[in-house]
């Protein structure tokens, strides 16, 4: 593994992380139409919990992958995103990981297609990015973060091993919300037994 974290939290983030029947890898030119179609198809199912969801452009998707693809050099970032994709090459989601917690975490977040959904896509890609977290040197915790009323995204932390370790009050950004921040954590010395490293081992020896 190359990535160490660097200038307090920000991190060298891998281009591309391997999970058995998933491929996370950073955004290139190429994908914005298919973020694009991902999103638009999508749109019902992410507005309730993703504003930036409703009315989204070829040129939001443009911006995003511009914004988001590696770097020359690949300079230490606050924040990577990787779209996940399956072995036919159709795009699922997007995930990432997030430096805004403070010395020694990183946040993970996702969406998933929903043409996609409960096929176990979130919950595998978040395993990858917590191995990959927790790998970072100075990393100590991974957390998931979401709202109360978000019982799709708080299954994933739950199966993945991740603890429950607090719930607080936070002003709603979406129209779902109930306002309540729900937040899991995983520790570095907790992941090599967790549920999550096992199914992440799983699904590569599956595929390898
Ligand atoms: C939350 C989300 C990422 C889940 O993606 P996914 O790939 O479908 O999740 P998984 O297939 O890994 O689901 C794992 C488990 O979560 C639970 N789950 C997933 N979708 C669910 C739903 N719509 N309702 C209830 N439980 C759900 C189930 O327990 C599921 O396992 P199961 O299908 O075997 O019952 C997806 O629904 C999504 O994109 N939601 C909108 C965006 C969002 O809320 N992002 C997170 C913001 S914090």
């Known amino acids: 593994m190359t990535d160490k974290a660097v200038s307090g939290d920000w991190f060298l983030p891998a281009p591309t992380v391997e999970a058995g029947w998933l491929l996370l890898r950073r955004p290139e030119p190429d994908d914005s139409s298919a973020l694009h179609d991902a999103v638009a198809a999508s749109s019902e199912h992410l507005r309730p919990w ?109 199966r993945l091993g991740y603890e429950l370790v607090a719930m607080v009050a936070d002003e709603p950004e979406a129209p779902a919300e109930a306002g309540v921040e729900m937040q899991w954590r995983m520790t570095l010395s907790g992941w090599p037994d967790s549920d999550g490293a096992r199914l992440l081992q799983a699904a590569r020896t599956a595929t390898s």
């Open 50 to 158: 993703m504003p930036w969801a409703a009315n989204y452009t070829a040129e939001m998707a443009r911006e995003f992958v511009q914004r988001n693809a590696a770097k020359p050099g690949n300079p230490p970032v606050p924040e990577a995103s990787y779209l996940v994709w399956d072995r036919d090459r159709r795009l699922l989601g997007v995930c990432g990981l997030h430096a805004r917690l403070g010395p020694g975490a990183l946040e993970i977040g996702y969406w998933v297609d929903v043409r996609r959904t409960r096929r176990g896509v979130a919950t595998l890609a978040a395993a990858a990015l917590s191995e990959l977290a927790l790998a970072i040197a100075g990393v100590q915790a991974v957390e998931i973060h979401h709202d109360r009323a978000n019982q799709a995204s708080g299954a994933i932390p739950a």
